[in-house]
């Protein structure tokens, strides 16, 4: 992985990890219902990715099942899993994507992973479970849907690498009318006093949905889509265990959470995990220049 799409990486990650927070607080401080708060997101990337609709990606039934899975499918059952599980817990059952991912990755690419890679996925997993983990802690149903959010994006990111080549503008184009669609139906159909939810909690809002619209989906998303296409997903999900630490980060930032020893050690091991994933298996350093068509 060349220095600057791992910087790309690390970017788009800090931006996972405040999102995650905010989206805390929008499904669960300020009672938006998560359909509803799902479906307005969609609609707005829709809104500004419209002008890439076209030409249709082929085949058409891949790209709609891509997006069920990597839209509806993954942001629906993560905002309902947010309404009642706490940021720290939902970033420790998510993590349930990285072998799902690896071994989907195995199965249906053929993908192989040495033992470097398996010892750097393993230490990055338990820094980061040592940092959220909490005595007691039981599997709740806001976390049965935050594991089955964590399937649906694994199975689409997998399935993402056996489609032609297609823009990440598309795709996100794509992805946010094939999310838009059912989640507005479904939201009509099961939620109720969106709008009252909405005007009750005014103009922050608003801006959470911009945030959340354009600065998480446009471009983290859009960004991190192009990677999947560059790189092996089983490289690529372990990477993404710093979400789970910048969430925690701007917790202490925002929340005043106190920096402990376990968040210290475990933050260390996370990222010493990260930093041999990143290394290839040769011993080259992330700055080296790889080609990829």
Not at 158 to 163: E, F, L, P
Request: charged share 10%.
């Amino acid at each position: 992985m060349t220095l600057r799409d791992f910087a790309l990486l690390v970017a788009i990650c800090l931006i996972w990890g405040l999102s995650n927070v905010l989206s805390k607080l929008v499904v669960g401080d300020w009672a938006i219902p998560p359909l509803y708060f799902a479906a307005v997101r969609f609609a707005l990337v829709l809104a500004v990715t419209l002008p890439w609709l076209r030409p249709v990606p082929r085949p058409l039934w891949r790209i709609l099942l891509l997006g069920l899975l990597m839209g509806a499918g993954n942001f629906a059952l993560l905002f309902i899993g947010l309404q009642t599980a706490s940021p720290s817990s939902v970033a420790v059952v998510v993590q349930a994507g990285v072998p799902i991912t690896t071994l989907l990755s195995i199965i249906m690419l053929g993908e192989r992973i040495h033992w470097r890679r398996a010892l750097g996925i393993a230490l990055t997993l338990l820094g980061v479970l040592i940092v959220v983990w909490r005595p007691g802690v039981v599997l709740s149903t806001g976390l049965i849907f935050v594991l089955g959010a964590a399937f649906s994006g694994s199975l689409g990111a997998v399935m993402m690498k056996q489609m032609d080549e297609i823009a990440p503008l598309r795709f996100q184009a794509w992805v946010g009318l094939t999310a838009f669609v059912p989640l507005s139906i479904a939201s009509a159909f099961v939620e109720q006093g969106q709008w009252q939810a909405s005007l009750a909690a005014g103009w922050p809002f608003v801006a959470a949905v911009l945030f959340s619209a354009l600065v998480v989906s446009v471009f983290a998303h859009t960004a991190y889509y192009g990677l999947i296409k560059r790189y092996e997903a089983n490289l690529l999900a372990p990477l993404t265990l710093i979400t789970p630490l910048s969430t925690i980060a701007f917790g202490i930032a925002f929340t005043g959470d106190q920096l402990d020893q376990r968040l210290i050690i475990g933050s260390a091991l996370a990222l010493l995990g990260v930093l041999i994933v990143a290394v290839r298996k040769t011993g080259a350093p992330i700055a080296e220049a790889q080609e990829h068509s």
